[in-house]
């Protein structure tokens, strides 16, 4: 397994996405599943922010202690889908900003093709987070950061709840400095470009679409 590429395979997480995978789970409890994972994911991909240290006062003395060094956090979310991991991460992470890029993936040719594109002001020095559900082809990952890289971005991660190791593949190749965060890495993709086990479209499960 590539260093860039980091499964988060906790007990909790994967117990939820066995019930966001179940084709009888309503769309409801698939929008609160991915909340809930992507809180958790959002723990895990901060797992190596720097600390620094200052002095504080206790009730009862003064000690050194960390708090999260000034390097500041922005959510991306790959539309539609993406939208689904904001309030989630948000929750662990309160004062990061949100930008947004849409992209839909042309079914026939399976490109990516960009309809908006908003990112907060100095990306140049935040570490942006670039949440999708599902990187499948990678098509839309890929396209997603090579566009969020003509910014000049601090740093990168990207995070996604199922992954094809077709897309796992294709997104290293492209972005080897961008490491990969997945609950899942699944068996492989149909010809539609579905991920297979899956959990079908993450979108209309969301949106019920
Ligand atoms: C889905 C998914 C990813 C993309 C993954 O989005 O949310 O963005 O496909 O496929 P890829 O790796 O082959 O590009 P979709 O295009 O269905 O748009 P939506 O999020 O608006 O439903």
Do not use: W
Request: with cysteine.
């Amino acid at each position: 397994m590539s260093a860039q590429l980091h499964i988060v395979d906790h007990p909790v997480i994967q117990h939820k996405l066995t019930f966001m995978r179940r084709k009888d789970t309503p769309t409801q409890l698939f929008r609160a599943l991915l909340e809930e994972v992507s809180m958790l994911l959002a723990y895990e991909v901060t797992r190596d922010l720097p600390v620094v240290h200052e002095t504080i006062e206790t009730p009862l003395m003064s000690m050194q202690a960390p708090i999260l060094e000034g390097k500041k956090l922005a959510l991306v979310a790959v539309l539609r889908a993406g939208l689904g991991m904001v309030d989630g991460m948000l929750k662990i992470l309160p004062s990061a900003r949100v930008g947004h890029v849409g992209l839909y993936r042309d079914e026939e040719t399976l490109q990516a093709v960009e309809y908006y594109f908003n990112l907060p002001e100095g990306v140049e020095n935040r570490l942006l987070l670039i949440v999708d559900p599902m990187l499948a082809t990678g098509g839309s990952a890929v396209a997603a950061v090579r566009r969020i890289k003509e910014t000049n971005p601090g740093s990168m991660k990207f995070v996604c709840l199922l992954a094809a190791p077709e897309g796992i593949r294709y997104f290293q190749e492209q972005h080897p400095d961008v490491p990969i965060y997945t609950a899942a890495v699944d068996e492989s993709l149909n010809e539609q470009g579905f991920i297979l086990p899956g959990l079908g479209d993450a979108g209309d499960r969301l949106f019920g679409t």
